[in-house]
Each structure stands twice: as C-alpha cells, then as structure tokens.
C-alpha cells in the first residue's frame, strides 16, 4: 500500500486525499478545510469552582440549611442558582463575558470575602453578581483565565475602535 508524504500514513490505492491528515495524495489541489475528528467535538464541560454568599449573616442562614444561593464557575459557563423552595437559575456563556470586577469593604477585606460583578453581552443578565464570596479575587482569577481560554479555544477575538 502507498504512504502519504505528508503524515507517514497508509491509504488506499486510488484515493485523492489522505485518510488521516487530509492533504492531497497527487499534489495537486491542497485541503482548505478538514471534518473535525470525533474528538475536538466531545468537549466536557468542567467544574473549575462552586461557592456560596460568605458573609455573617450567610453563614448563620448556613446554619439553618437556609442559604440557598450556589455560585458555579464551569468551563462552558457561569451559573447562579437561587430559591428555597422555587428554583432560580442564572446562566452566561464565557464566550459572552466582557469585563469582571471585584469590589471589598474594609470590613469584607477583615473577613476575606468581596463581591465579583460580572459584565456581559448577555440580554437577559448584563451583570451578574457573586455577592459576598470566601477570596473574591482568586475567583475572578479563575474565571478570567476560564473566559480567555474558552474564547481562544472558539477563535474569538474582539476589538476596540478608537
């Protein structure tokens, strides 16, 4: 059996283009776009962070199992559950993240905890607020590299005209 010159790979006798890398066999007309493998399409959508409000009074309502608001960070998207005996749910697509921002009193810094608002290009939630979170700024953090990596993976990049 022939191998193609570009990947080393066996293909059939008479094809025109390489089972594996898809460039052509004879030489003639290159490849412009290749199907996606089976692979880069099962993409799974991952928990990178998951909290809920930290501040006293939140952790008193903890107490009492009555603190039902549940912040989490995915590599897909962000969501915030709300309601104790209806359920809430606020979801935005990193792709739709413009900016995020954290904000701390000088009583939430003596705690450790500050609120993270999200800006977005989302119509039902241009921002979303993480209000009063345990180390808001390792957070943001962690969502900003989310946001970049997400956009990078989906070619998305955007500009500003000045």
Known sequence: ??????CGSEYKQGAKFCGECGSSIDGTAPVTA???????????????????????????????????????ITSQRIM?????????????????????SVAQSIMDRMLGIGSL????DDASAPQLLFRKIHDAQTVKDVLRKAVRDEKIANNISYREQI
Do not use: H
């Open 80 to 100: 915030v559950k709300t309601g104790l005996i209806g359920k809430n749910v606020e979801e935005i697509e990193l792709l739709r993240v413009r900016d995020l």
């Open 34 to 72: 290749r199907r996606p493998s089976a692979n880069t399409n099962a993409t799974q959508e991952v928990v990178l962070w998951k909290g809920k409000p930290a501040s006293i009074s939140d952790r008193l309502k903890g107490i009492v199992r009555l603190n039902t608001t549940t912040y989490t």
């Open 1 to 6: 059996m022939p191998y193609c010159t570009t």
């Open 117 to 120: 608002t999200v800006f977005s």
